[in-house]
């Protein structure tokens, strides 16, 4: 009876070997076609269907574009899913700073009384895009403000010279000193606790339903520390989805 069982697992493995990975290794080997078939589904209207591919290559492959981000948004508003639609047009956000994404992520947390959603995305998203190239913007003009800084003070003018001078470096400051690094992610659950500490028997300080929006200061183990209302909690890192 024991070899009997054991060669229907051999055989059930070899059939899972020789039918299953071709499959698998025609949806890695194409992805682009794949991504293909999940716009077909999408048109028509296989909703479910076509995000399950998409999902993959987003996780999988990394492969995605603007449009496919949209649509995956758009699926998952549909299904009352508002976090995972939030999560989706922020990355369609940051790769496009189209902002008719903030106006629809506005009417998601105003219809849905979300919280942590500040005014500052276009503005960090902007400079963490264009960085570089506004640094050298503003290091050439700063060297061409200090060459006519030089010549003002040389002829006595030294307030004009002061002033054109910091025309130039305080925009120069701002963009070394804002705070890129700033992480924030999306509560994904209902009823997700905000710990006082990174432990299942801490004390709950607060409860938070899905769709808010936190700052995550560290990840420590299955935890992460948070930033919600200017005090600092713990939730398990499951809860939540990094906006990368």
Excluded at 119 to 124: S, T
Excluded at 159 to 187: E, G, R, W
Aim: with cysteine; hydrophobic share 45%; charged share 20%.
């Amino acid at each position: 009876m024991i070899k009997k069982t054991r060669g229907a697992i051999k055989i059930y493995q070899l059939f899972l070997f020789f039918f299953l990975t071709p499959a698998i290794c025609a949806f890695a080997a194409n992805p682009e076609g794949n991504l293909k078939t999940a716009d077909s589904l999408f048109q028509a209207k296989k909703y479910t269907e076509s995000f399950e591919v998409y999902e993959k290559l987003y996780n999988d492959k990394q492969l995605y574009s603007p449009a496919m981000l949209l649509k995956m948004a758009f699926i998952k508003e549909g299904l009352g899913d508002y976090s995972n639609a939030l999560y989706y047009l922020h990355i369609y956000f940051k790769k496009t700073l189209d902002t008719t994404a903030l106006i629809k992520i506005s009417k998601i947390v105003e219809n849905k009384q979300l919280r942590g959603y500040n005014g500052d995305a276009y503005l960090r998203e902007f400079v963490s895009k264009y960085l570089y190239t506004f640094m050298v913007g503003v290091l050439l003009l700063l060297s061409v403000a200090l060459i006519f800084s030089a010549r003002y003070a040389s002829k006595g003018k030294s307030p004009v010279a002061l002033i054109l001078t910091l025309i130039f470096i305080l925009p120069l400051a701002f963009a070394m000193n804002y705070d890129l690094q700033k992480k924030s992610a999306i509560i994904m659950e209902d009823t997700t606790y905000l710990m006082d500490g990174p432990s299942g028997s801490a004390n709950v300080a607060e409860t938070l339903t899905k769709g808010h929006k936190v700052i995550v200061q560290k990840s420590e183990g299955v935890w992460s520390r948070i930033s919600w209302d200017d005090k600092t909690y713990y939730v398990r890192k499951n809860k939540l989805k990094e906006l990368i």
